[in-house]
């Protein structure tokens, strides 16, 4: 998938309960979720933020009789993944060595971290 843009952190609140509510939700029901959540977004708030979201690939909407419906064209996994990948190419040249070389510093790896970066090498290998 090619590089899309940055979510911004109001956009990734809206995109959390849309990916929570795995549903077709319309502007009032994501104000309702945030709500809940103990964020007060005014309508006009979500509808400027979902239109950048449309704008920016991560989501798509459909109308029925008046409401208009918004669903992720993107899943929560494949954004991580899509995050992790940019991040590593412009702060490790694309080197996940690089990346683990800096993550770990000059701590060692327990035992128990080798074992699971070892099983994780493991499926790359077929």
């Known amino acids: 998938m090619e590089e899309q843009k940055r979510i911004s952190q109001a956009e990734m609140k809206v995109m959390e309960k849309i990916w929570e509510k795995k549903e077709l939700l319309t502007i009032s029901d994501i104000v309702a979720a945030l709500k809940e959540g103990g964020e007060e977004w005014s309508h006009q708030a979500i509808a400027s933020f979902l239109k950048r979201l449309e704008d920016k690939g991560y989501l798509s909407s459909t109308r029925n009789s008046y409401k208009r419906s918004y ?50 090498l493991k499926k790359f290998e077929d």
């Not at 590593?88 to 074992?115: T, Y």
């Open 71 to 120: 669903f992720p064209l993107v899943s929560k996994e494949e954004y991580k993944r899509q995050e992790a990948e940019n991040f590593v190419n412009q702060k490790f040249g694309g080197s996940l060595k690089n990346f683990l070389s800096a993550f770990s510093g000059n701590r060692s790896l327990s035992e128990d971290e080798l074992d699971e970066l070892k099983e994780w």
